[in-house]
């Protein structure tokens, strides 16, 4: 029972991936080798995030794209706003990043 289980999991794991993949690389926007690159950009900015006591990780979206970094969403202060922003153009890869981020007390 918990083979049959596991292979189900796979299988869905893998449709997923092939799903998410398949939406840039049809549009013709990057290639699936760009696409598994941006993702890891942009799991390593937002574990920065929850990491730094200064970005509120759940008020800033980030998105990318062939190494773009489109940061977006609201922040407390500007120094929040700035801060998001370095985080993300010192994270490796990173080609461009642009902020967004709109400052809302």
Request: aromatic fraction near 4%; hydrophobic fraction near 40%; charged fraction near 20%.
């Amino acid at each position: 029972m918990q083979y049959a289980r596991a292979i189900a999991f796979a299988a869905m794991a893998g449709i997923t991936v092939i799903t998410a993949t398949g939406c840039a690389v049809a549009r013709n926007q990057e290639t699936l080798g760009s696409y598994v690159d941006d993702a890891g950009i942009t799991t390593s900015i937002k574990a920065k995030y929850a990491d730094d006591k200064t970005v509120a990780t759940t008020s800033i979206s980030v998105e990318t794209l062939n190494g773009t970094v489109q940061l977006s969403g609201f922040a407390k202060s500007q120094a929040e706003k700035n801060r998001a922003e370095q985080i993300a153009r010192e994270t490796k890869n990173v080609r461009s990043v642009r902020n967004d981020i709109v400052v809302r007390p």
